[in-house]
Every structure is written in C-alpha cells, then in structure tokens.
Nanobody, 124 residues
C-alpha cells in the first residue's frame, strides 16, 4: 500500500511557475511508477506526466511538454512536478498517482493509488 499527499498548489499569474510535491508513505514506492493527472471543472481527468520507478524514463502530455518536468526522489519518497510558463488552461486539480509497476503509463486506469489532489489556479 502507498499513501500519497500532494502539496504546492495555489494561485499564480499566467507565465508563472509552481512546483507540486507528492509525499509517499507505505511500502513499495521505490518500485512504483508515478504519474500526475489533472481535472478541470466539467472535464474528465487527463494525463499530465509519468515517470519510471527509477526516474530514468519520463513521458508528457503534448499540452505540457517543454513546460512541465516530473522528477522522482526515491530517497525522499517523493515525486515532483515543476510547472513553468503556466497558462490559464492549466487551471485544474492536480493528482499524484502510483502504480504497481516499474513502467510509466498514460492511462489513469493503470494506477492503483491516488492522492487527494491539490488545486492550481492560473489567472490570465
């Protein structure tokens, strides 16, 4: 079992940056691939970024590629999402997720554990 708690959300102006953190507890974090997803009001949850258990391989949604960076620190049991050049469409609740596999994945159904989410609001 892995428990996840996100932090770092908030209000930022367009063009600004935010860094989300996801603290994990329980066993298995180091062998788990991690992902970030987001859900805007009235929309379905969508994939943002994912990272292999070792941190060597990453994948991003086209909408955030080149602006967002996912990182995993197994020593600290944490995963991060650095978000730069934020835009109003990035406004959403951001969720951290873990899966019982070393390999990253884009689909939410492949993830076994979820955090409660953190709200990010980008003002234009």
């Amino acid at each position: 079992q892995v428990q996840l708690v996100e932090s770092g959300g908030g209000l930022v102006q367009a063009g600004g940056s935010l860094r989300l953190s996801c603290a994990a507890s329980g066993s298995g974090f180091s062998s788990a691939a991690m992902g970030w997803f987001r859900q805007a009001p009235g929309k379905e949850r969508e994939f943002v970024a994912t990272i292999q258990s070792t941190g060597r391989s990453t994948d991003y949604a086209d909408s955030v590629k080149g602006r967002f960076t996912i990182a995993k620190d197994n020593a600290k049991n944490a995963v991060y999402l650095q978000m730069n050049s934020l835009k109003a469409p990035d406004t959403a609740v951001y969720y951290c997720a873990a899966r019982r596999s070393t390999w990253p994945a884009r689909s939410a159904i492949n993830y076994d554990f979820w955090g409660q989410g953190t709200q990010d609001t980008v003002s234009s």
